[in-house]
């Protein structure tokens, strides 16, 4: 009982605040310098160049590894693929204290062609694919590094870089790699900090070189000369960079932007005059098979109606064939139609936030980028350099040993087989060092031979040249410039532009952005005839029927006309109630006349008992004379009166009582209004006098003591005043001398003309 401690003891009080702000600041800082930034200098994140360091450990070279890791590695064999359970076990135990699902996931994607433009894993097995379907599981996929993984690793085991104890201190791992290969612009990165991300696009590893070249020439070469070279980013989908040069430019001066990625298409002839469209490249990071459900909705929703399907016709390379509604539609208008309304045009963000040498994030240009990162391999050559002297001043010293051994061979035997200590002797009697008399005891006696002094000889004259060059490249920085340029050359040479690998991929061609199809062009245009019953009915029947005709026009029992006239599949239709508010029909969704249709009040939402004053095709800058039972009317253009949802547009405010009575279409060249008053007074103005408004309640017409507004129409003064005459002759009169009645807006009027209608209608 003695040893008990109260826990509450080692409670201490702190500010919540305070406490909580030191730790939040804490993870913040680890997330971004050792999670989720990549290093400028390998453009890796620790997972990824864990993963890629146990496999170095797990000896998974590639075949046919270059040269230079096989020389400096000679105990490495290229050995087969490993199961990737296996190098996911060793990263976690050793390296990685993490998920072996996130490790598994990082893997995998360093091992898709279709996320990495330089895969960094050769993989073997179901690791994914562009349809977005998942790898298969890490105990049946197997994996290598590739070449330029290996070119990203080259030089670990030359003193290039600093390592590191791991989390658990029983290993050791590089803090960076020294590789040549420039990965991070070659593979890009992604990722999300605390604060802030990261978002780098791949490129073509040939232009970085070139572009690393021309700095190492020209360190004040400008950021447009860089963009000369460098002429975007070079997916490994493909795909097409349709931004213009400028945008490009800014973007990469700044290390923020935003860059338009677009499908590569192209149009196949079917014969006939039918054709197809086939995509055969998509955009950066789009999964296949959402896009071509993206399509499919599309087309079942309706909401693209000059597209007709969609097929998947994709083996190893990407063909989406899409079938027009009719060979008439123009293939840009649908395309252009697709790239604004699904994937097939993404934009990409570029955001080029790194971490440098000295583990500080920050958001850098491509020319600070590019000399940071040659300032890097300067640094990595130079410290390659220094290791090789101290390898060959321990060589030498051996070398200079042996010789003094071959030059007094008698005595060395004589001392090895009669001193009880005969490296103390030697080392006495020749003033060798302690490994040059141990390297001399060590010896074999085969080695005692004339040639062996030859190649020691030849060795030590070798390796002094070797030093002397290495000491000069040491202390001279232009050395250092034309080796790593000389050694960018070589590099090159694998991931050139004639290569299958290094071949250009995206294409960099400016296109504007996607055009807002029209209606019209995503309809195709069929005449029709528009009929709405007297009790709301309506349907539209195919081509231009004879309005007259009564066995055309059916309707149900009780019911009749109301309105009917001819149109097109690609108008909007208006439809005009008493109180004043305008709705908007699509001809082209209008249910199909073989029956009697169906009630307008299930594709618009008609306000209670309200009655349907006129319906009515609207026309591009057309306009209307729109007037109120109690005789104040304006003039609307239809362009303002249509509605886009189905709660209509409210255009007319009648007074309290007042209802709207008339909607009129005003003629091409129209310039006065005739208005007839319930009382039959007639009085006509001109066209001019009357306000046109989107909304409102107007300006008196016509005054009234009682009743209100019969009827007004816009016409021609020239042409005169013309109404249809009663009976079934359908004749018409005109007025030409209207002057008796042409008085100011707001007059009552006078009588009409002697044979006026009683309906007191024009017509």
Same mark, same amino acid.
């Given at each position: 009982m003695s040893d008990f401690r109260d826990?509450?003891?080692?409670?201490?009080?702190?500010?919540?605040?305070?406490?909580?702000?030191?730790?939040?600041?804490?993870?913040?800082?680890?997330?971004?310098?050792a999670r989720s930034l990549p290093d400028l200098?390998?453009? !890796?994140?620790?997972?990824?160049?864990r993963l890629l360091w146990a496999m170095r450990l797990l000896k998974l070279e590639p075949a046919g590894a270059?040269?230079?890791? !096989?020389?400096?590695n000679p105990a490495r064999n290229n050995t087969g693929y490993k199961k990737c359970a296996r190098v996911v076990g060793d990263v976690i135990g050793k390296y990685h204290p993490h998920g072996d699902a996130s490790v598994y996931d990082a893997m995998v994607r360093l091992a898709q062609e279709f996320s990495l433009r330089t895969p960094l894993v050769d993989g073997q097995g179901n690791f994914g694919n562009i349809d977005g379907? &998942?790898?298969?599981?890490?105990?049946?996929?197997?994996?290598? !590094? @590739?070449q330029a993984a290996a070119d990203l690793m080259s030089g670990l085991d030359e003193g290039t870089v600093d390592f590191r104890p791991t989390y658990n201190g029983e290993e050791e791992e590089?803090?960076?790699?020294?590789?040549?290969?420039? &990965?991070?612009l070659a593979n890009g990165a992604s990722g999300i900090a605390v604060g802030m991300a990261t978002s780098i696009p791949p490129h073509n590893v040939a232009e970085i070189i070139d572009a690393a070249s021309l700095l190492i020439e020209q360190p004040d070469a400008d950021h447009a000369q860089l963009m000369e070279i460098v002429r975007g980013p070079d997916m490994p989908t493909g795909g097409m960079l349709v931004d213009s040069a400028a945008i490009i430019s800014e973007a990469y001066a700044t290390g923020r932007g935003s860059l338009r990625i677009r499908a590569k298409w192209h149009k196949e002839d079917e014969g006939r005059g039918a054709w197809v469209a086939v995509i055969t490249e998509i955009p950066y990071q789009v999964q296949k098979s959402k896009l071509i459900e993206q399509i499919a909705h599309l087309i079942t929703d309706k909401k693209l109606p000059i597209l007709a399907d969609v097929r998947d016709e994709s083996d190893e390379a990407i063909r989406i064939v899409l079938e027009p509604r009719s060979r008439t539609v123009e293939p840009d208008v649908l395309m252009d139609s697709l790239f604004r309304l699904t994937d097939l045009e993404t934009r990409f963000g570029l955001n080029m936030n790194v971490l440098d040498a000295e583990h500080k994030p920050g958001v850098l240009g491509l020319k600070p980028l590019l000399s940071q990162w040659l300032t890097h391999q300067i640094d990595v050559l130079v410290r390659r350099a220094k290791h090789r002297l101290d390898k060959i001043a321990a060589r030498l010293e051996l070398l200079d040993g042996y010789i003094i051994a071959y030059l007094n061979l008698d005595r060395v035997i004589e001392i090895i087989r009669t001193e009880d200590e005969p490296k103390l002797v030697m080392m006495d009697e020749f003033q060798l060092t302690d490994r040059q008399a141990e390297a001399i005891l060590n010896m074999r006696l085969r080695s005692l031979r004339k040639l062996e002094e030859m190649e020691l000889r030849r060795e030590h004259s070798e390796l002094l040249k070797e030093r002397d060059e290495l000491e000069k490249l040491v202390e001279s920085p232009a050395r250092q410039r034309t080796r790593l340029k000389r050694d960018l050359a070589e590099l090159r040479k694998r991931y050139g532009p004639e290569t299958e690998i290094g071949r250009r991929r995206t294409l960099v061609e400016e296109q504007g952005p996607a055009r807002e199809i029209p209606l019209e062009a995503m309809i195709e245009r069929e005449p029709i005839t528009v009929i709405l019953s007297q009790r709301g009915w309506i349907r539209a029947m195919k081509g231009h029927v004879d309005l007259a005709s009564t066995e055309t026009l059916k309707f149900k029992e009780g019911d009749g006309p109301a309105f009917a006239f001819h149109?097109? @599949?690609?108008?909007?239709?208006?439809?005009a109630c008493a109180n004043g508010r305008f709705y908007t029909l699509g001809a082209d969704k209008l249910p199909g006349?073989?029956?009697?249709?169906?009630?307008v009040r299930l594709m618009v939402d008609l306000d209670g008992d309200t009655e349907i004053i006129a319906l009515l095709p609207a026309k591009a800058e057309g306009r209307m004379l729109l007037a109120a039972s109690d005789g104040r009317g304006f003039v609307a253009a239809m362009d303002d009166v249509i509605a886009e949802t189905r709660k209509g547009k409210q255009v007319v405010n009648p007074r309290s009582g007042a209802r709207l009575a008339v909607v009129h279409i005003i003629a091409d060249g129209a310039d006065s209004v005739?208005?007839?008053?319930? &009382?039959?007074?007639? !009085?006509?103005f001109p066209l001019s006098e009357l306000p046109q408004m989107a909304r409102g309640q107007g300006v008196q017409l016509q005054r009234y003591r009682d009743g209100g507004l019969s009827d007004a129409i816009a016409f021609r003064m020239e042409d005169g005043l013309s109404w249809t005459m009663g009976g079934e002759s359908g004749r018409t009169r005109t007025e030409s001398d209207v002057s008796p009645w042409r008085v100011a807006r707001g007059a009552a009027g006078r009588m009409p003309p002697q044979g006026f209608p009683r309906s007191n209608k024009f017509d």
């Open positions: 826990p509450f003891d080692s409670i201490k009080n702190h500010p919540f605040d305070e406490a909580l702000s030191q730790r939040y600041l804490v993870y913040a800082l680890s997330t971004i310098t200098r390998d453009g !890796l994140k620790p997972v990824h160049r270059a040269p230079d890791v !096989l020389i400096a379907d &998942n790898a298969a599981a890490m105990r049946y996929t197997e994996a290598r !590094l @590739t590089p803090e960076v790699f020294p590789g040549l290969f420039p &990965n991070l149109a097109q @599949t690609t108008d909007k239709l208006l439809l006349g073989r029956g009697f249709g169906e009630p005739a208005v007839v008053g319930e &009382n039959r007074k007639l !009085l006509v």
